[in-house]
């Protein structure tokens, strides 16, 4: 499979919330995460990323995404995937269920190296987005 298609399958595993052991096939051993995103901070590895976007869901259960853009840098072994989260929140939570609803744009960065994402940042405002749902 090219990387492409790789980074294609576990976007899609992951933005669906099917968690880590849906994504674990397109990830190397130890992969690791970062986000300059307050609520992301504890995070430093995909198996603990894939399974929060996974509980987040749980929160906001009409949640999808809008892809805007899908593109690889073969030189530097990169694959960037640009889309829209859109998301009510109507479970649970960090307050009860506001029924406001998010629209928020995020880029994901997957590192590759021998076929499977070694690294991914997420660039995201989650200011932006806890606002909208009334949480900050």
């Not at 399958?9 to 995103?37: H, S, V």
């Not at 805007?68 to 859109?86: L, M, N, S």
């Not at 076929?115 to 949480?135: C, F, P």
Request: aromatic share 12%; glycine share 10%; charged share 20%.
């Amino acid at each position: 499979m090219s990387n492409m298609e790789t980074a294609r399958a576990f976007f899609e595993a992951c933005e669906t919330g099917q968690g880590w052991e849906a994504c674990r096939p397109a990830c190397a051993e130890g992969a690791t995460f970062a986000a300059q995103a307050g609520a992301l901070a504890d995070v430093t590895t995909l198996q603990q990323y894939t399974e929060w976007m996974k509980g987040i869901l749980t929160v906001l259960t009409d949640g999808t995404y809008e892809l805007k853009a899908f593109a690889e840098d073969p030189e530097r072994g990169q694959v960037c995937a640009f889309a829209t989260f859109i998301g009510t929140h109507k479970a649970g939570g960090p307050v009860p269920p506001t029924g406001r609803t998010t629209r928020t744009d995020y880029v994901y960065v997957m590192r590759f190296q021998d076929g499977k994402i070694t690294h991914m940042t997420k660039v995201w405002n989650d200011g932006y987005a806890l606002k909208e749902l009334g949480w900050a």
